[in-house]
């Protein structure tokens, strides 16, 4: 059949990335015809991947599938290789929903709105790109066309330091993204065949030397991506002076990019490696979540509080990475989709909140969540869904990596005891800093008194005058409009798939959980003669009894 031989995940990628070079043609004066054809771009793109993985996708087979290979620059080794698994299907739609939703939230962008949606196009095509890559030169083209489009996009119409922002998010991730490169090299051309193909440096058998090298240095280039301590300070930056709908690409689809790098490459590609890293993961992942949350909490500017909510949920992702279980690693993968839908809701409804207010500030707002109470109802779902609620998608991720973390069978019980105690530490401190941002944000004293009621047109207390943080307004000039029909629809579907997936999260994990359990299968294979090899590893730094040659469960010398 014709559908069966339709390339479409190029179309899909093409899609967009074609329709970028129409915008500027269009006779637009206004910006109206061009946020109408971007949008119809992204949902027409998205309704095709949804079509394409819905008809050719089978969700019970582990193998790479949609499968498309054309030489592309054979003097370079390399192929336009492009395929789906369960690892790249739900981030594909992950990053075409979010990305969609976005073009729809910068509905009221008019500096520049020609050269705004092209670059949000491009920036489309470029996320699909690196999750559907199976050439390792043609990730790192996808990987590097995506940092252009975001850093014009906040150097642009970010804050009053968004050109600081922006280019210190190029210089960490541009230099860290060397790192991809040399990877790269150094896997093709390691052996007697030259090649960029995953598939094919994925069987070769590299020295545990050069393979620990290419693990560090991947580590590095998608830790930076993943926002891992101490990698991660662009973040905070980024998001404090982005616009909205690109804190939403940044929050819901960018970080992602860090984690599925580390379970595509690390994990898939170089196993052996894994072995020895797994415990510093773990680590890290500890680390992210604790500090995350105190740094989270210390913030006063709304947007750095939730970037650093993502540093500190991104540390779960670590854990269920690390766990070598199959619940840990599923949980990973369900956290990095949770926690795209759940940041991308909250910092829309920050930009929300800032086009009624003209601040993110949270010591200057307060007291409107009696006048804008649809604003009010949406936040606080959101907040309860990023705080791991039961019956969101928050709580099964981190529930899951909880679980898988603690029945591994490869740490000690005092390690992972430690472990889930201060990850622990971390999920009570979420709902502390998110819910004193909801007291900040809608409650406070009586506006009377917040106000001070030194506008001199008040010539008496007016119990319905309305403070907009510092500002007091009479009723008849206050901008408290609430939530018009267009940001309800972008929250609700938002919304809708967090409830979805937490109280039915089968919805989605039926769609990776063959493919968790076949690379869980493929990592835990070394562990064995790596810790047969090396008994006394890591013995000695975690105070745990040496293990002797002839056990069979050994492994990094943390075990019962």
């Not at 009053?160 to 210190?168: E, G, H, L, V």
């Amino acid at each position: 059949m014709i559908a069966d031989r339709f390339p479409w995940l190029t179309a899909i990628i093409l899609l967009p990335l074609v329709a970028s070079f129409v915008v500027p043609v269009l006779p637009d004066k206004n910006g109206k015809l061009v946020r109408w054809f971007a949008l119809g771009v992204g949902i027409a793109d998205f309704v095709l991947m949804c079509c394409a993985f819905w008809k050719h996708y089978d969700a019970s087979s582990a193998t790479f599938q949609l499968a498309e290979n054309y030489a592309w620059v054979p003097q370079l080794g390399l192929s336009w290789a492009v395929s789906v698994d369960g690892l790249s299907v739900p981030l594909v739609l992950l990053a075409g929903l979010v990305t969609t939703l976005s073009i729809l939230a910068a509905w009221q962008v008019n500096h520049k709105p020609s050269l705004f949606y092209f670059l949000m196009l491009v920036l489309y095509a470029a996320q699909i790109g690196v999750f559907v890559a199976q050439d390792m030169l043609l990730l790192f083209i996808m990987w590097e066309l995506e940092l252009v489009p975001v850093y014009l996009l906040v150097s642009i119409w970010g804050g009053q330091k968004r050109r600081y922002a922006a280019t210190k998010f190029l210089l960490y991730t541009a230099a860290a993204s060397i790192f991809i490169l040399v990877a790269a090299l150094g896997m093709a051309f390691y052996g007697d065949t030259i090649s960029f193909d995953m598939a094919v440096l994925g069987v070769k058998d590299y020295p545990i030397v050069l393979e620990v090298l290419l693990y560090a240095g991947l580590l590095i280039a998608f830790g930076v991506k993943l926002a891992i301590f101490p990698l991660h300070t662009w973040l905070p930056d980024a998001h404090g002076e982005a616009s909205a709908p690109v804190s939403m690409i940044l929050a819901g689809v960018l970080l992602k990019m860090g984690g599925y790098g580390l379970i595509r490459v690390n994990l898939e590609m170089l196993p052996d490696a894994h072995v020895y890293f797994a415990p510093i993961l773990m680590i890290l992942g500890v680390v992210n979540i604790i500090y995350g949350a105190f740094n989270s909490f210390a913030q006063t500017n709304m947007k750095r509080r939730l970037a650093y909510s993502s540093v500190s949920h991104m540390g779960f992702v670590l854990l269920g990475i690390a766990s070598f279980t199959d619940l840990g690693i599923s949980g990973a993968l369900l956290q990095m989709i949770s926690h795209g839908l759940i940041a991308s809701v909250l910092f829309f409804l920050a930009g929300v909140t800032y086009d009624r207010t003209h601040t993110m500030l949270l010591n200057e707002m307060g007291n409107i969540g009696k006048v804008m109470p649809k604003v009010f109802a949406l936040f606080t779902a959101s907040t309860m869904a990023s705080l791991a609620l039961p019956g969101m998608s928050g709580f099964v991720s981190e529930l899951s990596v909880f679980v898988g973390v603690t029945t591994s069978d490869i740490y000690s019980s005092p390690f992972r005891i430690v472990t889930v105690f201060l990850a622990a530490v971390g999920l009570i401190l979420t709902p502390i800093y998110l819910l004193s941002m909801l007291r900040q944000l809608f409650y406070g004293t009586d506006t009377a008194l917040a106000c001070g009621m030194t506008d001199p047109r008040m010539n008496q207390i007016d119990q319905d005058a309305v403070c907009f943080g510092n500002s007091c307004v009479l009723p008849a000039d206050a901008q408290y409009n609430d939530a018009n029909p267009r940001e309800v629809f972008i929250a609700a579907c938002f919304l809708i798939p967090i409830i979805g997936f937490g109280l039915y999260p089968k919805l989605v994990t039926q769609v990776y959980d063959v493919k968790t359990v076949a690379v869980n299968t493929e990592v835990r294979q070394p562990y064995t003669k790596v810790a047969q090899e090396h008994p006394a590893l890591y013995a000695t730094g975690f105070s745990f009894s040496k293990i002797g040659s002839s056990q069979v469960e050994p492994v990094l010398g943390v075990l019962k």
